[in-house]
Nanobody
Framework: EHLVESGGGLVQAGGSLRLSCAAS????????MGWFRQALGKEQEFVAV?????????????NYADSVKGRFTISRDYAKNTVSLQMNSLKPEDTAVYYC???????????????WGQGTQVTVSS
């Protein structure tokens, strides 16, 4: 069971990127899925999380860091076992390695997550 991120890259400020995370293993359909990021020389920080909803194809409750609220949207597709992070109006301060994570508890604390992807670099130029 593992997570693989994709979609990172270089974009100008104000632009958009869409990150995807493909999860293998049926257990992930019952996990909360989160995105975290870590900028060079800084601590890892919470970005967004989407919970698991029984009987749903796409839905789950969401929560966002204040710094990305209104600009980023997290979504998931249970059938495809994927979670995405649509990032709009990107700023240079969004530059970081972005990590996908899965855990039973979810939430904003990285310790609640049991599985992590390898990360994908997002660079926003000014």
């Amino acid at each position: 069971e593992h997570l693989v991120e994709s979609g990172g890259g270089l974009v100008q400020a104000g632009g958009s990127l869409r990150l995807s995370c493909a999860a293998s293993g049926r257990a992930f359909s019952r996990f909360a899925m989160g995105w975290f990021r870590q900028a060079l020389g800084k601590e890892q920080e919470f970005v967004a999380v989407i919970s698991w909803t029984a009987g749903s194809t796409y839905y789950g409750s969401t929560n966002y860091a204040d710094s990305v609220k209104g600009r980023f949207t997290i979504s998931r597709d249970y059938a495809k076992n994927t979670v995405s992070l649509q990032m709009n109006s990107l700023k240079p301060e969004d530059t970081a390695v972005y990590y996908c994570a899965a855990g039973m508890s979810g939430g904003r604390h990285s310790g609640n997550y049991d599985y992590w992807g390898q990360g994908t670099q997002v660079t926003v130029s000014s």
